[in-house]
C-alpha cells in the first residue's frame, strides 16, 4: 500500500455560451491526465448547481473524471489539472477535489 491522493475532476461538457466541446478537445484532456497520472476513470456525466455572485443559479453539466495521484506530486499534478481546464475549456474555475488515500497502485 502507498500513501496517495484520490483526485476528481468535473469537466464541463459545454462552453460558457452553450456550444458543446468537440471530442477531440476531450480526447486532448484524457491524454493529458494518461500522461500526467499514468490513467484514469471517467464515471460518466453529472449535473451541477452553483449560485454566481451577482445571485443568480447557474446549471452546469460536467463529466466527472477520477485519478490517482501520489501523495508527493499531488498538489502540483492537481495545479496542472487546474490550469488545463481553465486554459483548454475556457473556464473561470475548476473543480479539482484532493482525498487523501492508501492505494495498491503504482
Known amino acids: 500500500m502507498r500513501n496517495t491522493v ?16 468537440s471530442d477531440v478537445a476531450i480526447e486532448r484532456f484524457e491524454q493529458f491526465l494518461l500522461d500526467l497520472a499514468g490513467g484514469f476513470s471517467r464515471r460518466g456525466e453529472v449535473d451541477g448547481f452553483w449560485r454566481s455572485p451577482d445571485g443568480v443559479t447557474m446549471r452546469d453539466h460536467s463529466r466527472s473524471y477520477v485519478v490517482t495521484l ?36 503504482f
Open 70 to 105: 501520489d501523495e508527493r506530486n499531488a498538489e502540483e499534478g492537481a495545479s496542472q489539472i487546474d490550469e488545463y481546464i481553465q486554459r483548454h475549456f475556457n473556464q473561470l474555475a475548476s473543480f479539482v477535489e484532493l482525498t487523501p488515500t492508501r492505494a495498491t497502485v
Open 6 to 21: 484520490h483526485t476528481e475532476v468535473l469537466v464541463p461538457t459545454h462552453d460558457n455560451s452553450g456550444y458543446p466541446f
